[in-house]
């Protein structure tokens, strides 16, 4: 009935049996035998069987289990249904605070003088700080091979095994590709890995597609749409004949938006980061996304491909910025630092030790968010915490 996300809905209806029951059921004996069930007060429904933890751990499992399943199949529409009328329900009964806790990743490049012991330890930081999900930005391999690929999908299967946390609540995997992952056109790369006789090997000849379901066996999606407590995630994988923008932004019907909506792409958006000492733009699109996103003052924006380290603060525009007058007041978007190499440092290292170390770590609630930024190695701040207030009135980010 649910495909691949039955454990994780086979637990939904478990957990509400359990509810069910402390609603409907709690007797209590007498000499003459079981006494009349006791109706639950008022504050026990809120507080010890509908409580936010309760309701928190049915919006993950129901989370988890979309990120299983392909968009728009059979599956997919029943966990929906579910969700519509089960889920939804309890929490406009039970109101909870919205929020979510999303670690933030890109660039990492895995190849032959990077293994994923830092992408571990970036995952051990996000399991450690509860993340609900996990965005990797694009260039997950450095050379676009599937062995590379594949060390991705261990570190994290490593960590989060069965896509859990190690406190066993679910965790929901958000990676996309980037042009190091499958794009043709790198022409001395291409001659490299024919040398070195890695053809079989090479992602663009196998098919995207086809490396993908190898390495995570789940089905591709060009765009993946999911939903995390509430918040809508759009990821647009980077392939060698880039999405419409069109095609990738989210459906959302008038007089309804969600609370928050995250968008990640691989390349950065037009006009709004350079890369430091070198004066290029680093775009990829060519301004629709902006166009668009910029209309639901709502969204957080992230990319990789910028390599600008975390300490930077054009890292994070909100509104105005470089090259970037036509934004609102409000719209936030965030360049992922790269978990191997910033461009300042872009010169030759030790092995093993390219610069950078770095990840994100935003939480988010209706008020706000906070972000921190990570030294992935110690698992120290290496900047204050980012932080930006949500003006109610107009539902968009300012600086606090």
């Known amino acids: ?43 026990d429904l809120h507080t010890k069987i509908y409580s936010p933890e309760v309701l928190s751990h049915l919006a993950s499992l129901v989370s988890l289990a979309s990120s299983k399943v392909a968009e728009g199949s059979m599956e997919a529409r029943r966990i929906a249904l579910f969700r519509r009328e089960y889920l939804d329900p309890l929490y406009a009964r039970f109101p909870v605070r919205p929020s979510v806790r999303i670690g933030l990743l890109a660039d990492i490049h895995i190849g032959d003088d990077n293994d994923n012991s830092d992408l571990k330890r970036a995952l051990r930081i996000f399991d450690a700080k509860k993340a609900d999900a996990v965005i990797a930005a694009g260039d997950l391999t450095d050379f676009g091979l599937l062995s590379e690929l594949k060390e991705v999908a261990a570190a994290w299967n490593e960590v989060f095994h069965g896509s859990r946390r190690s406190d066993g609540e679910p965790v929901v995997r958000l990676f996309h590709y980037g042009d190091h992952d499958t794009a043709l056109n790198f022409k001395v790369r291409q001659r490299e890995v024919v040398e070195k006789g890695r053809w079989a090997d090479y992602i663009p000849h196998i098919g995207p597609d086809v490396a993908w379901e190898r390495a995570f066996g789940e089905k591709f999606e060009p765009v993946v749409r999911r939903t995390v407590k509430g918040c809508e995630f759009t990821l647009v994988h980077f392939l060698p004949s880039p999405v419409p923008f069109a095609s990738s932004v989210p459906s959302v019907p ?71 007058t036509a934004l609102p007041d409000g719209f936030a978007v965030i360049a992922i630092p790269s978990l191997l190499y910033q461009i300042e440092t872009w010169l030759p290292k030790p092995k ?23 030294d992935v190695r110690t698992g120290a701040k290496v900047a204050p915490d980012i932080e930006w207030g949500i003006h109610s009135s107009k539902q968009a980010l300012r600086p606090l």
């Open 1 to 43: 009935m649910f495909g691949s996300a039955a454990k994780e809905m086979a637990e939904f209806f478990d957990t509400l049996e359990q509810c069910w029951m402390k609603v409907v059921a709690k007797p209590y004996d007498t000499p003459l035998g079981p006494g009349v069930c006791e109706a639950p007060t008022e504050e």
């Open 352 to 374: 093993g030790d390219h610069g950078s170390h770095q990840a994100l770590f935003m939480i988010a609630t209706p008020d706000g968010i906070a972000v921190e930024r990570l």
């Open 254 to 324: 008038v007089g309804r938006k969600p609370w928050l909506h995250v968008f990640s792409q691989h390349r950065a958006y037009r006009g709004l980061f350079a890369r430091p000492g070198c004066g290029d733009e680093i775009s990829w699109d060519d301004g629709a996304s902006l166009a668009f996103l910029t209309d639901m003052p709502n969204t957080i924006a992230v990319c990789g491909h910028a390599h600008i380290s975390a300490t930077n603060a054009t890292s994070f525009v909100v509104g105005g910025g470089r090259g970037a």
